[in-house]
């Protein structure tokens, strides 16, 4: 088990230091059978840190565990990036490579984080669109994972981008999953009704 420890004041009398287990039972983190030396070397790594306690510190190292060896610290860049929304035109060639991780669940944050990305940002902004675009409807179309296809459905469905309408049509119309389907019949629509809108303003 990897145990998540703060030092306690219950033991100022003890000759041994004490700890409570941070979070109770849930600070404690049963280590995988397979691949537990990475899990500890992320974890060391990621302590070192949240010991600097710095916001800023914390946002420079995370691009670098992004294009890291080890999985779990790739792992823990995506989660903190999809729960704060931090992603910026500077990711866009650290996270575009994880579009063809061999994870499944890596390849579905990194079509989120890069659709968040292409929302936000203007073309000038982003030299790379069209082709982000263009990776973004191959993983709708044809990635092996559903939760993958539905992802990249729902990101090219934010998107502006001339063809799009067309892409989510065949989706809606093609995708073996039927989640899938929805997401980009339910999107078509949600687009036509803004167009519908914007002529009558």
């Known amino acids: 088990y990897l145990l998540l420890l703060n030092a306690s004041t219950r033991g100022k009398n003890e000759p ?28 060391a790594r990621l302590a070192e840190v949240q ?7 914390l946002w420079a190292a995370l691009p670098d565990f992004l294009q890291d060896q080890n999985p779990v610290l790739v792992d823990a860049a995506l989660d903190l990036y999809v729960k704060f929304r931090r992603e910026t035109v500077a990711l866009v060639p650290i996270v575009q490579p994880l579009l063809e991780h061999p994870r499944p669940d890596f390849r579905r944050r990194a079509a989120l984080l890069l659709g968040r990305v292409l929302v936000r940002a203007g073309a000038a902004e982003v030299p790379e669109r069209p082709q982000l675009v263009a990776e ?15 992802e990249a459905t729902a990101a090219l469905a934010a998107l502006p981008d001339a063809g799009i309408d067309e892409t989510l049509r065949s989706i809606a119309r093609d995708d073996p999953d039927q989640d899938v389907r929805f997401e980009a019949e339910k999107s078509v629509f949600e687009r036509s009704q803004a167009a519908a809108s914007k002529r009558f303003d």
């Open 51 to 57: 010991e600097r306690k710095n916001d800023d510190f």
């Open 136 to 150: 973004l409807t191959g993983r709708a179309r044809r990635d092996d994972d559903v939760t993958v296809r539905r």
């Open 16 to 43: 041994y230091p004490v700890y409570d287990l941070v979070r109770g039972v849930r600070g404690a983190k049963a280590l995988p059978p397979e691949g537990s030396a990475a899990t500890i070397t992320a974890a």
